[in-house]
Each structure stands twice: as structure tokens, then as C-alpha cells.
């Protein structure tokens, strides 16, 4: 934890404030940071594909599905050509099954008007089902290493650690100003990399400092709740698709007007 023993908080006022504030992110980096396969490659799908996966789902989860995923789909064509409930079929077990819809919608956008190569816009790619700002500045950064300004939920926790000691409800345009400020323009895709490990670290080490951020949201309970129920739906109708309400009540044990509101749900959204 020597990495963890500067000053707090630091201020961003000087080259030698921003010199200390990166000599920690990065001696942390080269300590500690993790090998993970979609950092060992360039290639843009396969970041694409990471990047929908991380989207609120733990790291070690995405672990078991990003490789036979890609296997499965190794491009945009191959996914934009599959069914959405093969596609489903190998998602299933990440949650926020929405994000598969919106994945399999930005690879038919890709592949049909971008020739099957993502996009090295930020404007375009936020444009994109399911990409906000900061999915398209990771996407820029991270698969052509090019300098953009975004935040997540571990970047977040590092500059409110160090930067914001003690502020309370601190609003992330803040914060992306001094994001802004230490970003590592010779090397962003690392940088980002080395960020985010070190918001790793924090959590398992201190107090999430995220509680402090004006974004931050406790999560419900899962037990019990809608999300749960639709995972469970879901689940059953990707193997078994023509099943009735009832015998999807019965599979799932779930009461019949929870199933059928979540029938109901998934239709609009496209999912059957």
C-alpha cells in the first residue's frame, strides 16, 4: 500500500502536483496492474465487445464469456448476421441483458454503414444504440489510443480520493477537469489502464470514495426484484423459446402476471 502514502488531497496547480498524482497512478500500474485479455490486443471489435460486456458487470464475470464469445462472433458481420437469441444464449450470465440488443444493433450500424470497422469519431460513435459519451471516448482511446476525456466508476473513485477529500456530492464535470488535467497524452490507453486498476485497489482497501460523487446511486437488492425475474424469463425462453406463460411461470417459479408483465416488457424491447 506504499502507493497510497502522498499527501491528501493533492491540487492540480502545478506540473509538480500533476507529476506526483501520475508517479503514484503509475508505479501502482506497474506493480500491480492486471492482464486482462482485451487489453492484450488492438483489435477494435474486440474491445467493442469488452467494453458492452464491463458495462456494470464485474470483471471476473466478463473473464468467462469474452473469450468464447469472440470465438463465437468474431466480428461485426458474424454478430450483426447471428439470431438475437443465439447471441443471448452465450450473454447469458453477465445481467443487463438490454446491452445485448444494443450490441447487436451497433454491429448491423457497422457493419452496413461503416464497411464492418468501428468508427474513430467520438460524435459518431455516441451516437450508437446503447454508447454514451464516455463507452465512445474508452472505445477511441483504448482501440486506437488516442486521447479522449471520459470517466467510470473507477476513474471516479480515484479523483474524488485524491482530489476531493473531502467534498460531498461532487459532480463528475468536476472531476473530468482534472482528468482532463493529468491525462497521459503520449500514452492514454495505458494511463486509462493504469487509472482504473488503482480504482480497483481502493475499493478492496479503503471506503468506496464513490459514495462521495453527486452520481452516486446504491444499487436495489437483486433478490426478488424485476431485473431478476427477466434473467430468469430470459434464460428460459433462449432455450426454449416456445413455451407458454404458464409453463414459463412454472419453470421459473415465479406468480403468472410477474411473468407476463416481463413477456410484455421484453416484446417492446425487441428481445421476443
Not at 59 to 83: C, N, Q
Not at 140 to 166: A, C, M
Amino acid at each position: 500500500m506504499n502507493s497510497l502514502q502522498c499527501e491528501l488531497p493533492l491540487a492540480i496547480t502545478s506540473h509538480k502536483d500533476r507529476d506526483t498524482f501520475t508517479h503514484v497512478i503509475y508505479d501502482y500500474y506497474k506493480e500491480s496492474g492486471r492482464d486482462l485479455p482485451w487489453r492484450q490486443t488492438r483489435n477494435p471489435y474486440h474491445i467493442f465487445v469488452s467494453e458492452f460486456m464491463l458495462q456494470q458487470t464485474q470483471v471476473e464475470r466478463v473473464l468467462k464469456k469474452y473469450g468464447h464469445f469472440i470465438l463465437m462472433f468474431p466480428d461485426f458481420e458474424t454478430l450483426h448476421r447471428a439470431s438475437l437469441l443465439r447471441v443471448l444464449s452465450f450473454w447469458s450470465g453477465l445481467g443487463y441483458n438490454r446491452r445485448c440488443i444494443y450490441m447487436k444493433r451497433c454491429a448491423q450500424i457497422i457493419y452496413t454503414l461503416h464497411g464492418g470497422a468501428l468508427p474513430d469519431s467520438v460524435d459518431t460513435l455516441s451516437r450508437l444504440p446503447g454508447i454514451g459519451r464516455a463507452t465512445a471516448s474508452a472505445l477511441v482511446t483504448f482501440s486506437y489510443d488516442r486521447p479522449t476525456v471520459f470517466i467510470e466508476t473507477n476513474i471516479r473513485r480515484v479523483f474524488l480520493h485524491f482530489f476531493f477529500g473531502q467534498g460531498e456530492r461532487v459532480p463528475d464535470a468536476e472531476l473530468l477537469t482534472c482528468v482532463e488535467k493529468t491525462l497521459d497524452r503520449s500514452s492514454p490507453r495505458i494511463w486509462y489502464y493504469a487509472l482504473m486498476d488503482y480504482g480497483t485497489m481502493l475499493k478492496k482497501f479503503r471506503e468506496n470514495p464513490n459514495i462521495r460523487s453527486k452520481s452516486y446511486k446504491k444499487q436495489p437488492p437483486f433478490e426478488g426484484s424485476n431485473r431478476q425475474v427477466r434473467g430468469k424469463v430470459l434464460k428460459v425462453l433462449v432455450a426454449e423459446p416456445h413455451l407458454s406463460e404458464n409453463e414459463i411461470a412454472l419453470r421459473t417459479k415465479t406468480q403468472s402476471h410477474r411473468v407476463g408483465k416481463v413477456l410484455s416488457e421484453l416484446e417492446k424491447e425487441g428481445f421476443i
